[in-house]
């Protein structure tokens, strides 16, 4: 089983190529409603990364990730 934490990469998990990638992407634009620039989807580099930029679309703090982030990668 992988572990999935918020340092965690494309290249740790097997199967996120560019089209998983572009899937979690949109997934999480269409769960949070919000868009992210292409510029910003092809830079993150971790997942922490990702949640700050959902936070930061967002603008608050009280969003749960767990349930979201593990549905979405699988």
């Known amino acids: 089983d992988e572990v999935i ?7 740790d998990i097997g199967g996120w190529g560019s089209l998983a990638h572009t899937i979690l992407m949109l997934e999480l634009e ?11 989807a092809l830079n993150f580099n ?12 967002k603008n608050r703090s009280n969003i749960n990730f767990d349930s979201h982030l593990s549905s979405t990668l699988r």
């Open 5 to 11: 934490s918020l340092q965690t990469t494309a290249l």
């Open 46 to 57: 971790n997942l922490s990364e990702i949640v700050e930029a959902v936070f930061s679309h």
């Open 30 to 40: 269409n769960e949070f409603a919000i868009k992210f620039t292409a510029a910003e």
